[in-house]
């Protein structure tokens, strides 16, 4: 299995657009140890030729663009794109769809819940419809035309987005954690941009992994606080904390195969190459996903 960091920052990325936090402001003037990054997607492959998606970002366009890989061919607009699975409803998890809409020459695969959320609420989504199929929790799904890379979908807790909120309760389907197994070698991946909380289902899956993904938006609970007083903790916000009580890093660290934190917010001291934070996630056996990344199992 191939594997391709497209981008590896949270929501907005970095530099955030409206954001004068510090990681924003060097990664603006260009300082090598805070390197802008795009939002949140990998790219998978069983042979390097065809490729899936697992979210597709608000900054697809020049994903795609700065990876071969997903070039159509000369003089065609023949894509090597079969699926595109999505984990949430999340706007950057899914905001990539509406860029790529000029071709549905592959498939979206989610669950009920999130085609519901996005097509169901709103209309200017509904020119995705007839590539948009759904599939039932830890049921099959193949990703390429030979059905060598299988998905199944796991269920973590909940999170609805803000503009769900209003008019959609939580489910089993709202937030997934994704499953990618090579059907030949039995390697697997697992990716969780957005978890919450780590209980024994999700454990399981991230243990029985060779390699995982796994959100590290905020390297404490209470990290936006401490630049913006009064605001939620990460907790709050539907995301496990780096460090801390109940947090994930030493779980992380203890679990066989290879670990990665993607989806890390701007504000975040791990995206610094030189902080002390990011030297103590690496020396815990946990590496920082970087945009452009590539690994094979």
Known sequence: MKIRVLGSCAGGGLPQWNCGGANSVRARRGDPDVPARTQPSLAVSADGERWSLLNASPDIRQQLADFPGLHPREGTRDLPLDTVVLTSAELDHVLGLLVMREALSYRIVSTAWVREGVLGQNAAW????????????????????????????????????PFLRDVMKPHAETTVGLRITERETGKRLV???????????????????????????????????????????????????ISGPESSLATLAEL?????????????????????????????????????MEIEL
């Open 191 to 241: 990716f969780l941009p957005g978890l919450k909380a780590l209980d024994s289902a999700s454990m399981a899956e991230l243990a029985a992994a060779d390699v995982r993904f796994v959100d590290g938006t905020f390297f404490t609970a209470d990290e936006l606080r401490t630049l913006r007083p009064g605001a939620p903790d990460a907790f709050a916000m539907g995301h496990i904390p």
């Open 126 to 161: 509904r020119l995705l419809e007839p590539s948009w199929g759904t599939a039932r929790l830890d049921a099959p799904i193949p990703l390429d035309r030979d059905g060598a890379l299988e998905a199944r979908m796991f269920p973590v807790a909940p999170k609805i987005p």
């Open 256 to 292: 066989p195969g290879r670990s990665y934190y993607i989806h890390m917010n701007n504000t975040n001291p791990v995206l610094d190459a030189a902080s002390p934070e990011r030297a103590r996630v690496e020396r815990s056996g946990v590496a920082i996903a970087e945009d452009g």
